[in-house]
T-cell receptor, first 120, second 112 residues
């Protein structure tokens, strides 16, 4: 149980285009999902907290107009990188926190497999 | 700012030996801690977690120890296997925030 998927797993786009990444919790409902980015050989950096039915909360330094987050249902959150530039190239990872504990403490976050974005 | 840190960036162990990965945290308000394993090109995989009202929790081949006095967290892996080779992150969160603060990560290399 507690499986999170992301689509696409990798994407290459031209500078100036927009890219949408989907994050789905497959076997549980999640009122809260989180978006992270990770550069090579570095740790995960939280970008924003996505709450179902409300606006996302962005971390300091993260442009909300550039990284659009929509959490339309209890199993789906999307991240859209608008007007992507080469410096946006990174590994984007989402996580989901179950509404009710699955098989461990209820605050656990389960992570998706990540999306590798390369902007040319 | 407050952060979670790791003492060693790389740990190399012989197959079959036990591994111990350490983590120091600075936020005394944190009450929930998690260890994640991340293989190259993949997302973090949950290993084990522990709340601040506990000092030890065991899973399959893994044990997490929490020492709140010195704000130290460790992950012990018994009989380390080649498949355990990965980067291991500790993460912490405070009550009701839900936000995870990740440590820098430790690379575990298992030698056959």
């Amino acid at each position: 149980g507690a499986v999170v998927s992301q689509h696409p797993s990798w994407v290459i786009c031209k500078s100036g285009t927009s890219v949408k990444i989907e994050c789905r919790s497959l076997d549980f409902q999640a009122t809260t999902m989180f978006w992270y980015r990770q550069f090579p050989k570095q740790s995960l950096m939280l970008m924003a907290t996505s709450n179902e039915g409300s606006k996302a909360t962005y971390e300091q330094g993260v442009e909300k107009d550039k990284f659009l987050i929509n959490h339309a249902s209890l199993t789906l959150s999307t991240l859209t990188v608008t007007s992507a530039h080469p410096e946006d190239s990174s590994f984007y990872i989402c996580s989901a926190r179950p509404m009710v504990g699955v098989d461990t403490l209820k605050d656990t976050q389960y992570f998706g497999p990540g999306t590798r974005l390369t902007v040319l | 700012g407050e952060s979670v840190g790791l003492h060693l960036p790389t740990l190399s162990v012989q197959e079959g030996d036990n591994s111990i990965i350490n983590c120091a945290y600075s936020n005394s308000a944190s009450d929930y801690f998690i260890w994640y394993k991340q293989e190259s090109g993949k997302g973090p995989q949950f290993i084990i977690d522990i709340r601040s009202n506990m000092d030890k929790r065991q899973g399959q081949r893994v044990t997490v120890l929490l020492n709140k006095t010195v704000k130290h967290l460790s992950l012990q892996i018994a009989a380390t296997q080649p498949g355990d080779s990965a980067v291991y992150f500790c993460a912490e969160t405070g009550s009701n925030t839900g936000k995870l603060i990740f440590g820098q990560g430790t690379t575990l290399q298992v030698k056959p």
